[in-house]
Each structure stands twice: as C-alpha cells, then as structure tokens.
C-alpha cells in the first residue's frame, strides 16, 4: 500500500521573542516565541532544507516527482521547485511542479504525490508575514516539511499508511492577498469561526468513516490552519481523547502557513510508536483530512533531527528592527559599495551541478578531492581523469576562519571560514546561523541551501556552512 515512506521538517535557527514586538510598538504580542527566516533563507532554500532530511532517511530510488507548494514563492512565472530539483541532484526524468499562492495548496501537493506512480515528493514552505503589530506578524511562524511517498522500499512498508481521507469545500472570503501586496487581509474573526468549523467536523467524519476508525481510536490528532480559533474549535469536538490532541507548536515556533499541517504531522511522526492511529485536518478554503496508521517502519525511519530538537536548538534571536529589514518592511541605507553583480543565466545553466547539488569532483588517479570541480588535478596533475562527488550532505571541520566587519553582510558581521570536509577536501565559504563569538576553530559544520543576495530581479542560490545539527 501507497504512505509515506520517509519525511523531513525543518525549522530555522532564528526566533523573535514576541514581547520583543510588543516592547518595539507599545502593544501587546503575547507570549513565547516564532520561528524566523534569515535573511539568506527563503520558502525555496527551506524546502530543499526539509527535502534533504527527508531523502537521507529514502531507503529507495529517487522520487519520479516533486511537487512544492507555497504562499510566498521566491518567483512567479518560472517554476519554484525546479531550484528544489536541482539542489536535491534528482535525475532529468524527474518531473518538478509548483502549487502556489494558498495554505491549501499543501494539500494538494500532498494528495498529488500519494496519487502518483511510483515514489513522489511533497514538499511545503512558508515565510509568514504581517504588517506590523499585525495578528500574522505576532502568530505566523517560518518552516518547510517535506514527504516521500510511494509503496514502501526494499519489501517494507511504508512507516505510515493511508486509511481514509476527505476533503470539504466552500467558497468564502476569509483571508486573501492581492497580487503585489506584501500582507495578507482577513475578514472578521468569528466569520471565519462560523464558516471554518462545520467544514473541519465533516471533513474528518467522512475521513473517519472512510477509515473504518472511531474518533476515540485516534491516538494523535492535528488540526492546523491560519485561523487559530476555529482549529481549536474542531479539535474540541473532534471526539478524541483530551491527551491524543497533538499541541499546535504555535507558542513555539508560530502557524507556517502552507507547511503547518504537515510539520505537525511530522512531530507526530517523530513521537509515534507502531499502530498509531494519526488524523491530519487543515482548515484552509475548506478542509481537507487523512487518517493515517504507522507501522513497524516509523522506529527506523524517523527524520534525522526531529521537530522539538529542531526547536530546542533554534537558539538564534533576532531583534526586531533586524528582523523588519530583513522582510523589507523597514528600508535602511545600502553600504558605500557597488552593487552585487546579479547572476548570469547561462553559467549558472552550465554549471548546475557545482552551484545547485554542490557537486566536486574526485581524481580517479590519486583519490584528490576538488571544490570547485576541476579538470586538472591539484595533487598528482591527471587531466580529466575526475568523476562527481556530491559533497552537500558531507561533514566538515573548520580549519581556520576570520570575522569581516567591513564585508556587507544584511546579519553583520560576516563569518568566512577554512573548512575541511571529512574524507578530504578543502573549502573557503561563508558561515551562517551561527555566533561570530562563539566559533572555534574545530568546530564541526554542515553544508546549507541559501539565498545569499537578490540582484537585478535574480536571486543567486547557492551553498554555506552552519553548525552541526545534533
């Protein structure tokens, strides 16, 4: 039977404590904290973020295709997941598609991959953002989720299985976002309560039912949406037992959006045993709902770091003037530099392997490793004797580092360290997520998908270093 057969979250290593929003503009902002994207991060460097945990836990061929949804896409009219694809090093044949613009949109990657041929990707990320003092900007919340699904591997299952699943829709104007506009709007509060519940409480009926399982049987229950109150409300009169209600996760990390559902359901995964009864509701332009029973398999192939360690080690804080600028709600003076020079489609074109997958290149005569792929071999001279080596997913030491504080850099200052990858191989990069006073050298690091500059309409993808993630 067709499930999830691996899955990976990620969350970002910056929060906002929201009393720091409140403090800033004389309001209240509640309690606790929300995840933050940095500034060299986006909805697509994110998701190759959680896709990669979820394809290191793979224990089958590379998924046939991918499907990327999100309300914050990095462009319009050039396909998102492309830059997904090819960060991931998946081979040509493997098909690449946006589902953009809705919280819903989720949903539909998720059902799209399950009703594919052979093993599909689906992956959800979003940057949440508000006006400021707004509702989103206090409660949104930054992340991306990522899921393989397909037939199970190697003879096995898949460590979840789908039971029963439905959806409900209705065409109501509760939240929405013109084209162009940096914030989304929303109609009354209890408007949407009224319209959202009804929709939620027969979703999940018609899913239990499909299922063949009692509301009293489910052992984890999630219900997630934009609208706070009406997800609290169907999971009040869901029927389930008080302690199988899954925490929504937004005192900690905030509602991301298109990827909420899912990165719940991967915390759910994260803690669950075989047997477990899993239901999913996401209230968006409707409600869609699956009911899902682990098996044996969710022991062994559980994500790599799972969502509360992510949280715990989320221990960046960001201010909040740092955190305006970094959005662009608040434009300060460039440096007295000339601008970055934005990057060029046809080298990029060329050279995709290198700037997307990381991709060096090993001397078959000497064993040498290179970053940047060369042709010629630094250590024994051999000409094009060399075969790629994906090198994102290596381990790395630093060597040496230094703290440029004349470098622009929208987090000053800028950390540029030596680092040595595990097996051989030496490379100059820039740091981030991390604390200039508290590098060492020794540290240990782990290769990360970013968005270092925005230049002349382009963004320019390419590869850093950070901690290691325990």
């Not at 044996?296 to 715990?312: G, K, L, N, T």
């Not at 490379?427 to 050298?441: F, M």
Request: glycine share 10%; charged share 20%.
């Amino acid at each position: 039977m067709r499930g999830i057969v691996a899955y990976g979250a990620y969350l970002p290593y910056w929060k906002i404590e929201r009393a720091a929003i409140g403090e800033a503009l004389g309001v209240p902002a509640g309690r606790g904290t929300r995840a933050v994207a940095s500034y060299d991060e986006d909805t697509t460097s994110m998701g190759v973020e959680a896709a990669r945990a979820a394809l290191r836990a793979l224990p089958a061929p590379a998924p046939g295709a991918v499907h990327f949804a999100t309300t914050d896409p990095a462009y319009l009219d050039k396909t998102n997941a492309t830059a997904i694809h090819a960060a991931l090093a998946l081979p040509p044949t493997t098909a690449a598609y946006d589902m953009l613009g809705a919280v819903r949109s989720a949903a539909g990657a998720l059902r799209a991959a399950l009703d594919a041929r052979g093993a599909a990707l689906a992956v959800a990320s979003d940057v949440r953002v508000g006006l400021p003092g707004g509702a989103d900007e206090r409660e949104g919340g930054d992340g991306a989720v990522a899921f393989v699904l397909g037939e199970g591997a190697g003879g096995r299952p898949a460590l979840a299985e789908p039971l029963g699943a439905a959806s409900t829709t209705a065409e109501f104007l509760e939240r929405w976002r013109l084209p162009g506009e940096a914030a989304s709007r929303q109609w009354e509060e209890r408007f949407g309560e009224a319209a959202y519940v009804p929709l939620g409480e027969a979703a999940l009926a018609e899913a239990l039912a499909q299922a063949g399982v009692a509301a009293a049987a489910v052992t984890r229950l999630v219900v997630a949406g934009p609208h706070g109150r009406a997800a609290r409300r169907v999971a009040a009169a869901a029927g389930v037992k008080k302690d199988a209600v899954a925490d929504d996760l937004t005192g900690l990390v905030g509602n991301c959006g298109a990827a909420h559902a899912g990165l719940l359901l991967a915390d759910a995964l994260d803690r669950a045993e075989a047997d477990e009864v899993i239901a999913v509701v996401s209230l968006a332009d409707g409600a869609d709902a699956t009911v899902w029973r682990t098996t044996p398999a969710v022991r062994e192939r559980r994500q790599p770091v799972s969502v509360a360690a992510q949280i715990a080690g989320g221990t960046g804080r960001v201010a909040y003037h740092t955190w305006l600028t970094w959005r662009g709600f608040l434009r300060r003076e460039p440096p007295r530099r000339p601008d970055p020079q934005p990057p060029e489609a046809p080298p990029a074109f060329r050279h995709e392997a290198w700037k997307f997958a990381f991709t060096g290149s090993r001397c078959l005569a000497c064993g040498a490793r290179h970053l940047p792929p060369q042709r010629v071999c630094v250590r024994c001279q051999a000409i094009d004797r060399m075969a790629p080596e994906r090198m994102a997913d290596v381990p790395a030491t630093i060597a040496t580092y230094t703290v440029d504080r004349l470098a622009f850099s929208p987090s000053p200052p800028m950390v540029v360290a030596v680092i040595d990858f595990d097996g051989g191989g030496r490379y100059q990069c820039e740091l981030t997520d991390v604390d200039p006073k508290a590098v060492k050298i020794g540290d240990r690091v782990e290769m990360t998908f970013r968005r270092p500059l925005t230049a002349g309409g382009v963004h320019n993808y390419f590869w850093k270093a950070r901690p290691l993630r325990a």
